[in-house]
């Protein structure tokens, strides 16, 4: 952040605008804040909605010595540096790394002994999905707490309290544009706002429009906006309507998601909404995926789309979705079956090896019969049924 946000930045939780579900007096967030007992946590969401704002409150709450660093430029020696100055000290540190998703693996892991010796509370602030982009270590050591694009009523009140603080005009359709142009980032705006009342302590919708001539997108600094996107190009990638999906793919693009992210979604698709009727998709989907985290934007789009076509277009099946989900059911509501002692290392005996009889022999792998698969057969699930039943029969005869 700049000078000018940086002078208005809140230091108390009371004053931090938007992110109720976190800093409301009823959150848990604050309840464990004020009890001075959070721990090492993960902070995710859109850029410019409190994120480093609120470690600091935390720091300065729990009275903690806090230090910043950025994983873009992330050196371990500098945590090191850290905790043999804390060693003997009685306030462990605060230590924030922005940015954390671009820690490589190597860098994570070595936070994990610090993390469970407790030698310092960490906090890592990130614009992407932890579940994607950190470890399991990180993650199982860490809480969780997602952040969301601030309303149009949270800008508003931020812009208030810096108007009680300085003097300046501006007009209602230039706060309108300030407000709306920002999509939900707080830095974004104030950072606007800083640069119009360099030009004029009077801010007008054309000195605004002239700094920033268009609004930024909404694709992923609105929560419904981003949710709402992807689960209509998945549903219209589902329904088989490849206009529908390439311009649901647009939007999001246009809107600043990120590759990996759609790709991902892509390749979950392919093997929910496609599987074995056409289980070529689940292998360009995982190409897509490959290919976008190596090229990025804006040749990325061109492989998104080629995916997103063939996905539209290839038969649909959820027969492997709903037989795993079933077969899930019975493990965790039914007793546990034993293993037949013909197919355990102790009973591989009495274990009949198909390839000796031709491919396929009659034998049990259950001790009673459950049925979980069902073909659709639709596409290429018709052949592999055709295929299972062939075996049998042939070797019937």
Known sequence: MNNFSLAYRPSHIEEMCGQQHLCAPDAPFRKLLEKKSLSHSIFFGPAGVGKT???????????LPFFELDATNFKLEDIRKILANHRNALLKPLIFIDEVHRLSKTQQEALLLPMENHEAIIIGASTENPYFTLTSGIRSRSSLFEFFSLEAKDLERVLEMIHQKIDFEIKPDAKAYLIDSSAG???????????????????????????????????????????????????????????????????????????????????????????????????????????????????????L?????????????????????????????????????????????????????????????????????????????????????????????
């Open 53 to 63: 704002t609120l470690a600091k409150i935390v720091a300065k709450s729990m009275e």
């Open 185 to 303: 980032d707080v830095r974004s705006m104030l950072n606007l706002l800083e640069f119009a009342l360099k030009v004029d302590r009077c801010v007008d919708l054309k000195t605004l429009k002239a700094l920033r001539p268009n609004a930024l997108k909404d694709g992923v600094s609105s929560s419904n906006t981003h949710y709402d996107l992807i689960s209509a190009m998945i549903k219209s990638v589902r329904g088989s309507d490849v206009d529908a999906s390439i311009y649901y793919l647009a939007r999001l693009i246009d809107g600043g998601e990120s590759a990996d992210f759609i790709a991902r979604r892509l390749v979950i698709l392919a093997s929910e909404d496609i599987g074995n009727a056409n289980p070529n998709a689940l292998n360009l989907a995982n190409s897509c995926l490959q290919s976008v985290s190596k090229i990025g934007f804006p040749e990325a789009r061109i492989i």
């Open 305 to 397: 789309a080629q995916t997103i076509v063939y996905l539209a277009a290839s038969p649909k099946s959820n027969s492997a979705y709903l037989a795993i989900n079933q077969a899930l059911d019975y493990v965790k509501n039914e007793k546990r079956l034993e293993v037949p002692k013909h197919l355990t290392k102790l009973g591989s005996k009495a274990y009949q090896y198909p390839h000796d009889f031709g491919g396929w022999v009659a034998q049990s792998y259950l001790p009673k019969p459950l049925h979980f698969y069902e073909t659709s057969g639709i596409g290429f699930e018709k052949t592999l049924q055709e295929w299972l039943e062939k075996i049998k029969q042939n070797k019937k005869k």
